[in-house]
């Protein structure tokens, strides 16, 4: 895959046209009074993270990733993550990560985004937070966003099952804190409020479960 450097400067310049573009997820499962969810953001903010980690990588002269078939894989990636067959994404994204240059984080990422989206919760924690260790501004809070709402999704489905210890407690938490700091110093990731309204109900579900 080669990227252009001027084509880099028309996607900057372009890149919130890609944002509107992006396909809201709803978890349309009815839940118990008090547990109700709002809809996600994250195919949004997985979308926007990635070309944001996109144009960072591109630099003055050309770019590859050092292997030949990296963007037909790396498009049937994302074809299987955005037509629910997420396991498949899953697999692709690990085969992809053999050979990932700059892309690398972008392309965890969107594993982690398929993991949280196959209810892969605990994977797509470890998945995302390794993504926020290694990235700052847009990218880290994306990665946030999506350990925030597997940790948010792996506690409330437990104390749906009666558990409500202090391990649940500490993963309701972690939500807790993963969306405040991305409402915080990104707020822009969030343009339909959907995080805040998620941030909403873990507030609310920490009062009436703990």
Not at 139 to 158: K, N
Request: proline content about 4%; charged content about 25%; hydrophobic content about 45%.
């Amino acid at each position: 895959m080669w990227v252009n450097p001027n084509i880099c400067q028309k996607l900057t310049e372009n890149k919130f046209r890609f944002l509107t573009c992006a396909v809201i997820w709803r978890q349309d499962n009815e839940q118990p009074r008090g547990f109700t969810m709002k809809p996600s953001v994250l195919p949004r903010i997985v979308l926007l993270s990635g070309m944001v980690l996109f144009l960072a990588s591109c630099k003055p002269g050309k770019f590859s990733t050092g292997r030949a078939g990296f963007k037909a894989n790396y498009l049937v990636a994302r074809a299987a993550l955005e037509s629910g067959q997420y396991d498949r994404a899953v697999r692709q994204y690990r085969a992809l990560l053999k050979d990932t240059g700059p892309l690398e984080m972008r392309i965890r990422l969107e594993e982690a985004h398929a993991l949280l989206r196959n209810g892969k919760f605990d994977r797509a924690v470890e998945a995302a937070q390794l993504v926020a260790t290694h990235l700052t501004g847009a990218g880290r809070s994306a990665a946030l966003a999506v350990q925030g709402t597997a940790d948010h999704e792996a506690a409330r489905s437990a104390v749906l099952r009666g558990k409500a210890g202090a391990a649940e407690l500490k993963r309701m938490q972690s939500a807790q804190a993963a969306l405040s700091e991305v409402l915080s110093i990104n707020p822009e990731l969030d343009p339909t409020g959907a995080m805040k309204s998620r941030l909403a109900q873990i507030e609310l579900e920490l009062r009436m479960a703990f």
